[in-house]
């Protein structure tokens, strides 16, 4: 369903400016954007993807990967069409993509805001996760969503490039609860080569997510021969301690897909060495991802060293306070919508 998009500006002879992510499009009339899903149709800006999903599912909440809010919980995760990057790493190419270099953008099943609400409910989910593609170029429909899942008790997620201006950050920040943004290079060039954006405007999301008080988590992807280099990891991991060392960081293992089917998947060993640069750069929460069986992924209490939270795959063994370890130490734990009774920030 098409609709007037938010955030843009018109420009003289049709044209118009976007401002949704800091790629700041401005648009000829009849084109769309970088993300292939916001049209300038005769000097008004629409959204085309609207209500339409192509990915519906009901996810563990550890599946975004959020560890510290709401686990062992459900989340209704729902996406469109489009992406604002064009990373050559994608796992999901096939809808991130689908939008752009094409005369006609593929449209998804009608889903209308009050059904996604219903449905999150009727599966007995905790949450509306908004991710799979990027979440910021379906603003509109996220917008038509969240205020309705807040009403029903259900929290609000992103997963997301965090790639966006600050004006979108303003529009989504009162109605998100928790948020998991990639952290996917150490600097410009990286991000530019790799993924079509830059890095500031990430950074900056992932800094002003937390001190909003927003749940926020970090996901890298290690790529060899991209990324991995120590000097490249403790980079990323001193930036997070300077927003916090409580931030959970998940280092995630690369298989060779989309554009770069010529590497090699990770090493289990170069995640290893990442994790203990993230932990002597002094980041108390760090995760490794899609390398099962090595207890990589339990919460264990920075104080004593007790697993708090058990996980292997998406079976999760939480306790009744996964907030507080038995030895008293607090953790930064969300264990209910609008709650961080463990979180002192």
């Not at 928790?178 to 060039?189: C, I, M």
């Not at 920075?302 to 030895?327: E, K, L």
Request: aromatic residues 8%; negative net charge.
């Amino acid at each position: 369903m098409d609709r007037v998009a938010i955030l843009w500006e018109p420009l003289a002879e049709g044209e118009v400016h976007c401002f949704l992510c800091p790629h700041e499009c401005h648009i000829r009339p009849g084109r769309t954007g970088v993300c292939g899903v916001r049209e300038n149709r005769d000097g008004t800006l629409y959204t085309l993807v609207f209500g339409e999903v192509v990915a519906l599912n009901v996810d563990p909440i550890e599946k975004k990967p959020l560890f510290h809010f709401l686990p062992g919980t459900q989340a209704l995760s729902i996406a469109t069409v489009g992406c604002n990057l064009r990373c050559r790493f994608c796992q999901n190419a096939d809808i991130s993509q689908a939008s752009k270099g094409k005369a006609e953008t593929p449209h998804g099943q009608p889903l209308t805001p009050e059904h996604a609400v219903e449905l999150a409910l009727s599966y007995g989910c905790a949450s509306i996760a908004y991710t799979y593609t990027e979440p910021t170029i379906f603003m509109e429909y996220v917008l038509a969503i969240a205020p309705r899942a807040m009403e029903a008790g259900l929290a609000n997620v992103f997963v997301t490039n965090g790639f966006m201006t600050s004006q979108a950050r303003q529009v989504i920040l009162p109605y998100l609860h928790a948020a998991n943004v990639d952290l996917k290079g150490p600097d410009d060039r990286y991000y530019r080569r790799l993924c079509g954006a830059h890095l500031q405007p990430v950074l900056d999301t992932i800094r002003e997510f937390y001190e909003q008080g927003v749940e926020t988590e970090v996901t890298t992807l290690v790529v060899p021969g991209e990324n991995d280099a120590d000097e490249a990891l403790r980079t990323l991991a001193e930036f997070l301690v300077s927003v916090s060392p409580d931030i959970p960081w998940h280092l995630s293992r690369f298989y060779p897909t989309f554009e770069l089917t010529n590497r090699t998947p990770t090493p289990v060993e170069t995640l290893q060495r990442a994790a203990e640069i993230g932990r002597q750069a002094g980041l108390r929460y760090v995760y490794l991802g899609n390398v099962p069986g090595l207890g990589a992924e339990d919460t264990v209490c920075p104080q004593c060293g007790d697993t708090v939270i058990q996980r292997h795959m998406y079976s999760v063994t939480v306790s009744d306070r996964p907030d507080r370890c038995a030895c008293g130490t607090a953790l930064p734990v969300v264990t209910r919508v609008g709650a961080r009774e463990a979180t002192e920030r």
